[in-house]
């Protein structure tokens, strides 16, 4: 992997932990209780409830993701990054710029 990809691969990790940490930031808000004084319907409660659920799934999700990347975001200046978690070959810099959340090469990633 070239200085420029792994530059350009740091760019787009640190882009997607600051989308990342906004997300999180909005799903922690949407998952705070309903208070029991707020007056709503029995169905719109349900509503709530059914929504809060998801979005805890979501922030538990974003969260993990979030780790994923900031412990890449330590490794790129080491010889780990950017190498297969699974078999240690080097992971294609296209695939770690759309996705670089990525551990995997692409043909262990379809195992």
């Known amino acids: 992997m070239t200085e420029n990809e ?3 691969i740091g760019k787009a990790i640190q ?3 600051t989308e990342l940490e906004q997300r999180v930031t909005d ?17 719109s409660r349900m509503d709530y409830i059914n929504n ?3 979005d805890e799934a979501n922030l538990r999700a974003s969260q993990t993701k ?10 790129i200046d080491t010889e780990k990054f950017g190498k297969c978690t ?12 759309f996705m670089p959340e990525s ?9």
């Open 6 to 8: 792994r530059a350009e």
């Open 15 to 17: 882009e997607k932990i």
């Open 27 to 43: 799903l922690e808000e949407s998952t705070k209780p309903m208070g029991l004084d707020n007056a709503v319907g029995r169905l």
């Open 52 to 54: 809060k659920t998801i």
């Open 66 to 75: 979030l780790k994923a990347l900031k412990r890449w975001l330590d490794l």
């Open 86 to 97: 699974r078999c240690g070959k080097e992971i294609n810099p296209k695939r770690l710029l």
């Open 103 to 111: 551990t995997r090469c692409i043909n262990c990633a379809g195992k």
